[in-house]
């Protein structure tokens, strides 16, 4: 696999991005809870981050093609920056909210911002169709490694300041400042960007757009609703919130979780790798969901496990086939429409994620606080996800990218 210039960089921004979201996630809904927050205000601050990554994001992603997409990521880099200073430096609610409203902060270990989207349509106009599940592959597999890194870095970090004498807050603290650098980091990155990651040519402004879209704005509207139910799903069990649950239930310390975090996420950058091969024989629709069903039944029998250990290991399963379905996903949202809408279509798929995670947090750090209803998150979450695929099943199953075209 040869890489551009341009492509090196866009996997090392999205490499040093997910490390940073793999650290927050670990220790996220811990420092709040730290700080004095109830279940209900931290899930208020999680609904929020989403709801508002959402909107932002939304501008940012449907403006990127027209814009400038390095302009569009350095703006994302800055939110990021913005938002961990503040929740490193403030006690305030209300500061929170507003920050997690404003600020790109990631509290699933999972992809916010305007990044994912622009990152992508700047990959994809320098491939062939045919290569394109492959690299996302391997753009995801880099995501997830580095993910998986930044978890077992910040339950370490934080477990040695604590043992060094420093209180619990004031080790999860650090590792909120070390994510804010993390921002100014992808800053550096994204200014060493060339002009040949923008759309080649000037889009036809005479064509309507809405939402950054015309050809294919009905096909993305409806990938858009199946995907923000998948997410809405997926918002009840988002890393941060399982780590909270094991803390909770097994009472792991931050170190373990970062090792469950850790071991998590490497398996799912593998799966997310191996996804391309089997794509290419079974198609990009039928992987997403094949792969997809027995996973969201494994999730569901998590919180049925009687031991930390064997918990653990249903949820390492999990994730072993969980992500086959995101590069697929991404490669399919990017196939089925023009070059000068894949920033639109890539960020109104992602923001329809994002809204549909942002309700179901503020349903579930209560339920996991309550001891009868705490396994309750796993459950609605895996059922509604296995919903979702055999909706998308039916949807899209007759609809073939370019590269399934006889």
Partial sequence: MTLTRDARLLFATRMARMFGYGLLSVVLVLYLAELGLDGARIGAILTLTLVGDAVISLWLTTHADRLGRRRILLVGAALMLGAGVVFGLTRDFWVLLLAATIGVISPSGNEVGPFLAVEQASLSQTMPDRDRTRIFGWYNLAGSLATATGALVAGLTAQYIHGSGSTELDSYRAVV?????????????FTRLSPAIEVPMAPDVSVATRLGLHKSRRIVLRLAGLFSLDAFAGGFVMQSLIAYWFHLRFGADPATLGAIFFGANILAGFSALAAARLAARIGLINTMVFTHLPSNVLLILVPLMPSLPIAVGVLLARFAISQMDVPTRQSYTLAVVEP???????????????????????????????????????????????????????????????????
């Fill in 177 to 189: 400042f070390a994510y804010a650098l993390i921002g100014i980091l992808m800053a550096l990155l």
């Fill in 340 to 406: 000068d809408e894949r920033s639109a279509a890539a960020g109104v798929t992602g923001i329809a994620r994002s809204l549909g995670a942002a309700i179901s947090p503020s349903l579930a750090a209560p339920l996991i606080q309550s001891v009868p209803l705490a396994g309750l998150p796993f459950f609605i979450g895996g059922g509604l996800k296995i919903v979702y695929d055999l909706l998308v099943l039916r949807a899209f199953q007759a609809v073939k990218p370019p590269e399934e075209l006889p």
